[in-house]
């Protein structure tokens, strides 16, 4: 794994949560991006070579309409850089690591990502993702 690329954040309402990350963070929000498959908006921030990463559902299947009544709004998800996705994928489960994507798939801001099982990763949400060749 190269860096933390970003941290993801459950939030209820982006339109309240980005002026008060924006006043937190002091900077603003560089990208706004919608992500179909996953049923969320997001929105990013960036923080030195790291993001911010705030997560809104579009509808209520959307694994963040269940994160957030389960938990309410907060930290979801640390989400690492990876060289290459596919071999990080293998080496992964060689090392007894479930997926809940065991082939890499489009996520926000050009990036192919997979999200590990929280089951194998003592509840901890764990993104893996690569950026997309120009
Ligand atoms: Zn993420």
Do not use: W
């Amino acid at each position: 794994m190269k860096r933390i690329e970003h941290l993801g954040i459950a939030v209820k309402n982006l339109e309240e949560a980005i002026p008060m990350y924006e006043a937190l963070l002091n900077t603003t929000c560089y990208k706004r991006e919608g992500v179909a498959s996953e049923g969320v908006m997001t929105a990013f921030f960036q923080i030195g070579e790291s993001k911010i990463e705030l997560l809104e559902a579009t509808n209520e299947a959307s694994p963040i309409a269940k994160f957030l009544s389960k938990n309410g709004p907060g930290f979801h998800h640390v989400a690492f850089e990876v060289e290459n996705i596919e071999s990080e994928i293998s080496r992964l489960q060689l090392a007894g690591f479930q997926l809940i994507h065991e082939v890499a798939k489009d996520g926000a801001d050009n990036k192919r990502i997979a999200f590990l099982h929280p089951k194998s990763t003592a509840s901890l949400l764990v993104e893996i993702c690569q950026e997309k060749s120009a």
